[in-house]
């Protein structure tokens, strides 16, 4: 038996194999971010789980320009990224885009390649502030669960001491204990208590 393809591209993706320059503002808005600090965000978007990472493109640099990450967000949300390492492009800018498929790390290329499963999806604006707003604090934690499961995530100050959800950031509401996390500072490893919020507590992971 064999499957129809339904591959769904975005109507916006130039062809395999090229690059085109397209407006900011309509079909989305992009956060130019620093590659370091834009890299620091797409691994903590990655560690949100149900949160939808969109299309990222990576532009890793010429003699003229620093590499820098473009996290592709909604159009228009008028989100302010002052005070963060981040440029927002909209209405009146333009953006290199790679082509469908065009994966390899030379010169502009897709980080993250438009879902073809969720053609629409892009990075939730909110989500990008927040984040924007505590990279600065990051720092790469062990997250060790009851089943003995660990993994590396990265995670801010707040996060690493339980003072905000280790899965989605949310400080203002009731946090429970969450997984044992460790952090390394030089030659001495702490353990701490991490905390969730009442709806990561309940979605179940990581417990
Ligand atoms: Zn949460």
Do not use: F
């Amino acid at each position: 038996m064999t499957h129809a393809q339904h591959v769904l591209l975005p109507s916006w993706l130039p062809p395999t194999g090229t690059l085109s320059t397209i407006a900011a503002g309509e079909h989305w808005d992009a956060a130019a971010i620093p590659q370091t600090a834009g890299l620091a965000v797409l691994a903590m978007l990655h560690a949100m789980p149900g949160t939808p990472t969109g299309p990222v493109i990576w532009s890793t640099g010429s003699s003229l320009r620093h590499p820098q990450l473009y996290i592709l967000t909604t159009a228009r949300s008028g989100i302010d990224l002052h005070g963060t390492p981040a440029r927002l492009l909209s209405t009146g800018s333009y953006v290199v885009v790679p082509g469908n498929g065009v994966i390899e790390p030379h010169g502009v290329h897709w980080a993250v390649p438009p879902n073809p499963d969720r053609p629409d999806e892009l990075t939730d604006p909110t989500v990008l502030v927040t984040l924007l707003r505590r990279i600065d604090s990051a720092a790469w934690i062990t997250v060790s669960t009851p089943t003995g499961y660990q993994r590396q995530t990265l995670a801010t100050q707040a996060q690493a001491d339980g003072d905000a959800c280790l899965h989605c950031h949310a400080s203002d509401g009731p946090l429970s204990p969450g997984p044992t996390v460790t952090i390394s500072l030089g030659n001495t490893v702490q353990a701490k208590a991490s905390a969730l919020c009442t709806r990561c507590l309940r979605a179940g992971s990581d417990r």
